[in-house]
Nanobody, 127 residues
Framework: QVQLVESGGGLVQAGISLRLSCTAS????????MGWFRQAPGKEREFVAG????????LYADSVKGRFTISRDNAKNTVYLQMNSLKPEDTAVYYC????????????????????WGQGTQVTVSS
């Protein structure tokens, strides 16, 4: 049974940093690209960042480029999202997800491509 468990969310003031973690089990983690998505109240889920299975390919949404950094530690079955200079508009539930296709050399931004999801972690940024 595949499980993705996120942690690291919280309530912070604007400008502060947070690091989210997502640990996978029941999955050949090093064979799958991973993505971070977020969903704010009343909005659709959106792609935030993704990293290919090897870590060679990384992609960011324009809204977080230069502020967020995605990384992975295949030895720990964990993907991270370092979020710096947080803004109130970053407030959302953040989800990690695993690509449905093994050994994809690129990053897919469409949520429909991902078939395993974590439960989400709330990030709230106050102004």
């Amino acid at each position: 049974q595949v499980q993705l468990v996120e942690s690291g969310g919280g309530l912070v003031q604007a400008g502060i940093s947070l690091r989210l973690s997502c640990t996978a089990s029941g999955l050949a983690f090093s064979s799958y690209s991973m993505g971070w998505f977020r969903q704010a109240p009343g909005k659709e889920r959106e792609f935030v960042a993704g990293i290919s299975y090897s870590g060679a390919r990384i992609l960011y949404a324009d809204s977080v480029k230069g502020r967020f950094t995605i990384s992975r530690d295949n030895a720990k079955n964990t993907v991270y999202l370092q979020m710096n200079s947080l803004k109130p508009e970053d407030t959302a539930v953040y989800y990690c997800a695993a690509d449905s296709v093994r050994l994809t050399p690129t990053v897919i931004t469409s949520s429909s491509r991902y078939n395993y999801w974590g439960q989400g972690t709330q990030v709230t940024v106050s102004s």
